[in-house]
């Protein structure tokens, strides 16, 4: 078992930032890949970001490439999520997963595939 306390949501403006983190408890943080997505009233949850185990590689959605980096901290169990140039579209709420990859499979931007979930966190952006 695996636990993930998100943080760091809030009300910004468009064009500010914001930092998220998310605490994981249980198994050992560096088996798993980590994920960023977000779900957005009515929407699906969508992909935002992903790292790997060691955190060398990273992969991201196409709307947030440029202007977000994810990151991990392994000897914190922590990954983060550096969100630069908020736009009002990026509102919504925002979780962190994780997915045990002992075979090293990357990147993972499927929802379906990971295996435990923070409690997400809100970010809004006003215009």
């Known amino acids: 078992q695996v636990q993930l306390v998100g943080s760091g949501g809030g009300l910004v403006q468009a064009g500010g930032s914001l930092r998220l983190s998310c605490a994981a408890s249980g198994r050992t943080f560096s088996l798993y890949v980590m994920g960023w997505f977000r779900q957005a009233p009515g929407k699906e949850r969508e992909f935002v970001a992903c790292?790997?185990?060691?955190?060398?590689?990273?992969y991201y959605a196409d709307s947030v490439k440029g202007r977000f980096t994810i990151s991990r901290d392994n000897a914190k169990s922590t990954v983060y999520l550096q969100m630069n140039s908020l736009k009002p579209e990026d509102t919504a709420v925002y979780f962190c997963?994780?997915?045990?990859?002992?075979?090293?499979?990357?990147?993972?931007?499927?929802?379906?595939?990971?295996?435990?979930w923070g409690q997400g966190t809100q970010v809004t952006v006003s215009s």
């Open positions: 997963g994780a997915v045990l990859a002992v075979g090293g499979t990357f990147p993972r931007p499927s929802y379906d595939e990971y295996d435990y």
């Open positions: 790292i790997s185990r060691s955190g060398r590689n990273t």
